[in-house]
């Protein structure tokens, strides 16, 4: 067994906590938490000047993913590390299904994506992309055996990923009864898709169309129809990267109704904005994901979402393709660019410095928004998403004073661009820490690829049922 760890002279921060102690590791979990605590026979680390976060939680990751013609160029491998260099120590990707074929030979695709090369902990979100007899009888199993608690359907990309309304109130349907938590990405595509036709016929080629063809409009109505449904079916629904306040109004709303409904924005909609588009040279085609930048008042109405509890969490939407090579697939044509960015490694520290820094959100939010609240609605927590004794020793031992420029020529993402590049940020994570075991030490990597584990997740509203008293869903 690994030799004790005593983590001392560091300032623990949970998202209700923020106080000083030392943390004793025995082998993956915390032991004792407390005021001086003896040595024995533990290595000291010593956190002085730092926070002590619990490891962050990146609920959304496409790692060595098809799309767009292409493969995103971060795997497994590549991308976990990048991750932990940035405070995170679990992800959920999300395992794509082909219609007609079994969901556990998706599921068994992603295991092999993933065991030997994994970093980090991680587990995974199922998409569906049809409901019928056959997956409504896979659909237990893949809850209950593997763990997967939550169900991912597109509302966008026709002819592509995108699912019918009906797909998705049958699923929303069979996720209430099942225990799983169904999360859409809401982005009206029957409209995007005429809007697409339309712009190329009128010779509209260049990456800012990308935007053009995909205004707030349509996520918001999808989204409210998203919501809607959920009311119908009675059933919890998070959605994936809001980003505009189209989407949040239609959230809020269904919020103040009483809705199981939960938002889920990304750090590139609440530091970049619609001009990144329209850089020359083809440069836009680094900023084109779905749904787009925005216009730059947005950024405010999300910071504002998250510190009013309106939107509650913050995934990287990690899916990157190098600009030389893969972006390039669209040159002359924007619909041809694969959708997609490098997220995962910033999202923490962007979070940090933009929100906590810059007086926006409490440290105790940002810690919920990039760890506790996702390990909460995505069955995890205690076990992962705070401090605790008996949680796993996932830990981040956070600079927060440390200034930095964010640049692909530091990063350690596979991908050739880094689409912060040249944002100057404070704080740092300095040491990262993986049930007990350092991946990243004094800012050096000492990780080791498939030493993440995949963790198998409990149902949606387990945590709900521990605290009936509450009056606030978890
Ligand atoms: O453009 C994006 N976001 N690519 C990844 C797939 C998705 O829609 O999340
Ligand atoms: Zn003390
Ligand atoms: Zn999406
Ligand atoms: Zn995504």
Known sequence: MARKKLIKNGVIVTASD??????????????????????????????????????AIDPHTHLDMPFGGTVTKDDFESGTMAAAFGGTTSIIDFCLTEKGKPLKDAIQTW??????????????????????????????AVIQEEGISSLKVFMAYK???????????????????????????AENGDVIDYLT??????????????????????????TGRA????????????????????????????????VDIWGETCPQYLALDQSHLELPDFEGAKYVWSPPLREKWHQEVLWNALKSGQLQTLGSDQCSFDFNGQKSLGKGD?????????????????????????????????????????????????KKGTISVGADADLVLFD?????????????????????????????????????????RDRQFVGKAGSGQYIKREKYGTMKKLKQNETQPI
């Open 18 to 55: 923020r106080y000083e102690a030392d943390i004793l590791i025995e082998g993956e979990t915390i032991s004792a938490i407390g005021h001086n605590l003896p040595d024995g026979d533990a290595e000291v680390i010593d956190a002085k000047g730092c926070y002590v976060f619990p490891g």
């Open 111 to 140: 295991h092999n994506k993933s065991k030997d090369k994994s970093v980090i902990d991680y587990s995974f979100h199922l998409m569906i992309g049809e409901i019928n007899e056959r997956v409504l009888s896979e659909l237990p």
């Open 159 to 185: 002819n592509v990923f995108q699912a019918d309304d009906e797909t998705l109130f049958r699923t929303l349907i069979a996720a209430k009864d099942l225990g799983a938590l169904v999360m859409v990405h």
């Open 197 to 222: 036709k339309e712009a190329l016929k009128n010779g509209n080629t260049d990456p800012v169309y990308h935007a053009l063809t995909r205004p707030p409009e349509v996520e918001g109505e999808a």
């Open 227 to 258: 919501a809607q449904l959920t009311s119908l079916a009675k059933s919890q629904l998070y959605v994936v990267h809001v980003s505009c306040a189209e989407a949040v109004e239609k959230i809020a709303e269904a919020r103040n109704k009483g």
């Open 334 to 382: 924007f619909t041809k660019i694969p959708n997609g960015g490098p997220m995962i490694e910033d999202r923490v520290s962007i979070l940090f410095s933009e929100g906590v820094m810059k007086g926006r959100i409490t440290i105790n939010q940002f810690v919920d928004i990039v760890s506790t609240r996702v390990a909460k609605l995505f069955g995890m927590f205690p």
């Open 400 to 440: 927060p004073n440390k200034e930095r420029i964010l640049s692909a020529a530091t990063h350690h993402m596979a991908v050739d661009y880094n689409a912060f590049e040249g944002m100057k940020i404070t704080g740092e994570p300095v040491s990262v820490m993986v049930r007990g075991e350092f991946v990243v």
